[in-house]
């Protein structure tokens, strides 16, 4: 389905096609928002506008709006089914209530996408497969994915991470956000090599990442944390395996599936300590599924080289709005 389509299908709930437009984007990148991003979206000014569509989402039963502490501000929920199931959408987890954390999580992402409106948004599993197997050479293997259960009853998700991924006009650059929440950087670095086959199909690339700071930062917490992930997408992508340590890794992943006999658990025992390693421990996760084809990626110097041409890069979005102020009632109705 295209985004035009998906656009009419909900303009035929009663909606304009701006304001059906912008549920689109909510229901495929948040399913939570705020009043003010619709006003931004639609660039209007707070007014009757808004309340009058936030008024129709609400007395319909489309949305659920909650109380922000002590303020007068409102997350609303973006719940209904038959509008999910008009964009072929049931099944997304935005649907569905979450966590408090995740739901700022989603408004922050959101305000990413709609601040930059040049980028076409692909959201959903669907979208993003369809775009790749159209414009890459990949198989659908070869893409970023989880597998679920053991033979012969295997699902498979692909892009697991459930994160919008920006298309430049020119359909050249593809922007891959990724929001910082934890304190370390282990899932950053698997999700790089979950994505890392995929990147070095594409002429030019960049990881977005997304740096929450809640005012005051004296200390530059946030600052110092960013520098880490920014410090483990060098060492995943722009450091290449040595041919001699990518040869060990494939050893040691058949020895650990295979098992080993007495002459080798010293070279077993020396294995486990080099790749112990937090590069190694997400290296091993992405083995799990695509075997030995990912240490052939890791080894590899297309993706050092890609950013050395500044074609693949890092990028830094700080988030300074307010959103932790909302923190106290979100979930609250």
């Known amino acids: 389905m295209t985004h035009e389509e ?7 709930f009663g909606f304009t096609d701006r304001q059906a437009a ?7 990148h948040s399913g939570f928002f705020l009043g003010r991003q619709y006003c931004a979206f639609a660039r209007i000014v707070r007014g009757q506008k808004m309340v009058d569509f936030l008024e129709k989402l609400t007395s319909r039963r489309l949305a659920t709006p909650y109380l922000c502490g002590h303020s007068k501000a409102r997350v609303y929920h973006l719940h209904n089914t038959s509008l999910y199931d008009a964009i072929e959408q049931r099944d997304v987890r935005f649907r569905k209530r979450m966590a408090l954390g995740r739901a ?6 959101l305000d990413h996408v709609l601040t930059y409106r040049d980028f076409h948004w692909l959201g959903s599993e669907e979208d993003k497969v369809a775009h790749f197997l159209t414009t890459t050479s990949l198989d659908r293997d070869a893409l970023p994915r989880l597998t679920f259960g053991v033979e012969p009853n295997i699902t498979v998700r ?13 359909g050249r650059r593809h922007a891959f956000l990724y929001l910082l929440v934890n304190p370390l950087p282990h899932d950053f670095r698997v999700f790089l090599r979950r994505h ?16 929450p700071i809640d005012q005051p930062d004296p200390e530059g917490r946030a ?8 410090s ?15 040869n060990e890794l494939r050893w040691f992943w058949e020895a650990r599936t295979l098992g080993t006999g007495v002459a080798e658990d010293k ?34 110097r297309s993706l050092a080289d890609a950013i050395e041409r500044a074609e693949g890069r890092i990028e830094r979005h700080e988030i300074r709005r307010q959103y932790f102020r909302l923190s106290r009632a979100v979930g609250t109705a």
């Open 158 to 170: 692909h892009f697991p991470d459930k994160l919008p991924i920006g298309v430049s006009p020119d």
């Open 6 to 12: 998906r656009i009419k299908r909900v303009a035929a």
């Open 232 to 246: 483990a997408f060098r060492q995943e992508l722009a450091a290449p395996l040595d041919p001699v340590t990518a």
């Open 223 to 230: 600052q110092r944390l960013a520098e880490h992930y920014e």
């Open 104 to 109: 700022l999580e989603r408004l922050m992402i």
């Open 267 to 300: 070279r077993l025992r020396r294995a486990r300590r080099l790749f112990g390693t937090p590069r190694f421990r997400a290296l091993r996760r992405v083995l799990e599924v695509d075997g030995h084809r990912a240490v052939d990626v890791a080894a590899s």
């Open 196 to 211: 890392a086959e995929l990147l070095r199909a594409l002429p030019a690339w960049s990881i977005q990442l997304l740096v």
């Open 22 to 28: 912008f549920l689109v984007e909510v229901m495929l």
